[in-house]
């Protein structure tokens, strides 16, 4: 899998983060640098904050306080003084196409077919003519192993497959980040293992890479860092060989001895 060599992998900032849902707070002050070019996967127990915070990344999900940076411009607002003001939804529109997002349960358009929903992106925002984005939609189908289905409509692909169509159609925007929340979490068992390996590829081509994932092996794996999450607060992160093997906090040693 390649990806074209004008992009610039984005590093991520997340500055104060503060989320709250009612009376419960799902990220307590949260403060992440991402480097550019890396890959940092997520971890953490249900409810601990990981999609909240990944979806305030590209400004899906509105802060309550603290703010987002992508290479060093705030995403989905501006700064006023010590404030920030909410940016029309064109800007934030535009600001997400370098952004890319794989979302758990795909997201594709069920009247296109694979290579229409690889390629309707490019086309609708005007960064390529339909027949630049149809062939490069077709070379990003080859790139996640589905050369052969770029016809089939989402219902006649298997879980995995439409998956894979969901990270080709992230790649296609060119982006300098791409997020993944909990890309294996609707597949059945015996499909997670061709997702993780179209993400694997796309790791090796340094693109920066935020994963939400489950798969503590598959983290161990790819990972350049790894970030423990609970109760909306980053406990430890690291690289894997601390996190996941030889963890500093109980609370990480507790969640570890759980899932793995």
Do not use: C, W
Not at 210 to 229: G, M, P, S
């Amino acid at each position: 899998m390649t990806t074209d060599q004008d992009v610039r992998p984005a590093a991520v900032e997340v500055h104060g983060a503060v989320k709250s849902f009612g009376a419960h707070t799902v990220l307590d002050g949260i403060d992440l640098t991402v480097a550019a070019g890396k890959v940092t996967v997520i971890i953490g127990p249900s409810g601990s904050g990981k999609s909240t915070l990944l979806r305030a990344i590209n400004h899906l999900e509105k802060l309550d306080q603290g703010y987002v940076s992508v290479n060093g411009e705030p995403i989905g607002v501006r700064r006023l003084g010590d404030r920030f003001k909410e940016l029309p939804e064109r800007a934030i529109l535009a600001q997400r196409r370098h952004i890319g997002f794989v979302f758990q349960n795909f997201n594709l358009f069920p009247h296109l077919t694979a290579v229409q929903n690889v390629a309707e992106a490019p086309v609708t925002t005007g960064a390529a003519t339909r027949s630049e984005a149809l062939e490069q939609a077709r070379a990003l189908l080859a790139g996640v192993g589905l050369a052969d289905k770029e016809d089939a409509y989402p219902r006649q692909l298997s879980g995995g497959q439409q998956q894979r169509v969901a990270i080709a159609r992230a790649i296609a925007q060119r982006p300098g980040v791409i997020l993944f929340d909990e890309p294996t979490s609707a597949l059945d068992p015996e499909l997670v293992g061709e997702v993780l390996s179209a993400i694997k590829d796309l790791a090796s081509t340094g693109t920066t890479l935020i994963i939400v994932t489950h798969e503590i092996a598959f983290a161990r794996e790819v990972a350049d860092e790894v970030v423990f999450l609970d109760g909306g607060r980053i406990v430890e992160q690291g690289p894997p060989s601390q996190v996941l093997d030889q963890p500093r906090h109980a609370r990480t040693r507790e969640f570890l001895s759980k899932v793995l």
